[in-house]
């Protein structure tokens, strides 16, 4: 059982540039999330999903974009990237979405962009 | 606007000291408050969590102390040893209604144990 993972664990872009970050989950769980985290800021919702060709803005949706096509894998897209989108990326996915769901966490991300 | 205060930012204790970290809220339709416990290069992981019907709860040496009234909860780690050196996450569920809602985190402390 791999639990959550993530690709890339790295990546430098250009300002301008795109790219989509992948994660994946064999836990068979219907709850997907993205997030990134910042230095002093914690952890900030960018999109979510409820389950397979569903996605929902969470609080910090603009510049990226999400698909779940597939219900183990949900993408992020970064359409042009910036420098204010530096940041670790983290997805989790949950079995639902009901309080006392736990999320489980990928490794994360570290996005740079110059 | 901050959903979840937490405090301190950063905690230096020495081995078997008691770190006692604090999350403060206001949003009353927060109905469920777990801790995360990230170390660095990983993601976080859930290491405990509260109702608020309850007003303490012990899972081995970490304790969730639970105050209603005050909207204010705390994680102490009893004994705390090196490999408790991590960042650790309140959190608090906000309850939509039904099956849906979302998890808010505070800003994170980042704690270290020095042997």
């Known amino acids: 059982n791999a639990g959550v993972t993530q690709t890339p664990k790295f990546r430098v872009l250009k300002t301008g540039q795109s790219m989509t970050l992948l994660c994946a989950q064999d836990m068979n769980h219907e709850y997907m999330y993205w997030y990134r985290q910042d230095p002093g800021m914690g952890l900030r919702l960018i999109h979510y999903?409820?389950?397979?060709?569903?996605?929902a803005k969470g609080e910090v949706p603009d510049g990226y974009n999400v698909s779940r096509l597939k219900k183990q894998n949900f993408l992020l897209g970064l359409e042009s990237a910036a420098p204010s989108q530096t940041s670790v990326y983290f997805c989790a996915s949950s079995y639902g979405q009901a309080t006392y769901n736990e999320q489980f966490f990928g490794p994360g991300t570290r996005l740079t962009v110059l | 606007q901050q959903q979840v205060k937490q405090s301190p930012q950063s905690l230096i204790v020495q081995k078997g000291g008691i770190p006692i970290i604090n999350c403060a809220y206001e949003n009353t339709a927060f109905d469920y408050f777990p801790w995360y416990q990230q170390f660095p290069g990983k993601g976080p992981a859930l290491l405990i969590a509260i109702r608020p019907d309850v007003s303490e709860k012990k899972e081995g040496r970490f304790t969730i102390s639970f105050n209603k009234s005050a909207k204010q909860f705390s994680l102490h780690i009893m004994d705390s040893q090196p490999g408790d050196s991590a960042t650790y996450f309140c959190a608090a569920w906000e309850n939509y209604g039904g099956s849906q809602g979302n998890l808010i985190f505070g800003k994170g402390t980042k704690l270290s144990v020095k042997p």
């Open positions: 999903s409820v389950g397979e060709g569903t996605t």
